[in-house]
């Protein structure tokens, strides 16, 4: 992965960045954790053509992009549909319309909060356009406030390799480590859901 996220970058240049950035969007696993920090790295070796700036910028117009396809595939999905799904098989999960309804009410009421910050945690970054698509929030606000986390994002993994130098690898090493710790208290946020709708209904 790696190498050829390397050979990638340094063979199509900036073009790489915003090419490798939209398949991170597409498919989770290519970690922009390596891609950006790489990029920040690039930019400090002799006779590189990569500055920092540039590399930002085709680094956040990437990622907006790749995240136009999940957001359409919230939208054509559709809120019946899931609830029609909820209705069938949620009772093995203790989810129902009715929780749908409530979660999308939620969503829109904080969905420009949600979108922004969302951008910002790893593990949920590329999947907030889902529920962003399915509660059909307005393209608009949706790729401002998409922009803005993302802006963040990108910076502050760039700057990390920039910084970090040769030593950029570990990079991955700590966003890795918050990765998990998120994606245990999103599990855990889960669990104690489904706890709680199980023991108010066995009442």
Known sequence: MQEWITNTMNSLGYLGIG???????????IPSELIMPLAGY????????IQVLPAIAVGVIGTIVGAVP????GAILGKARLESL????GKWIGISSADIEKSIAWFQQHGSKAVLFGRLVPGIRTLISVPAGLSKMPLAPFFIYSTIGTIGWVTLLTYAGYFLGQNYKLVESY?????KVVVVGVLLAIATFIGYRLWRRSR
Do not use: H
């Open 19 to 29: 090419l490798l950035m939209f398949l991170e969007n597409l498919f989770p696993p």
């Open 42 to 49: 690039t930019a400090t070796t002799p006779n590189t053509q």
């Open 70 to 73: 999940w957001y359409y595939a």
């Open 86 to 89: 909820a209705d069938r098989y």
């Open 175 to 179: 966003i890795d480590i918050i990765s």
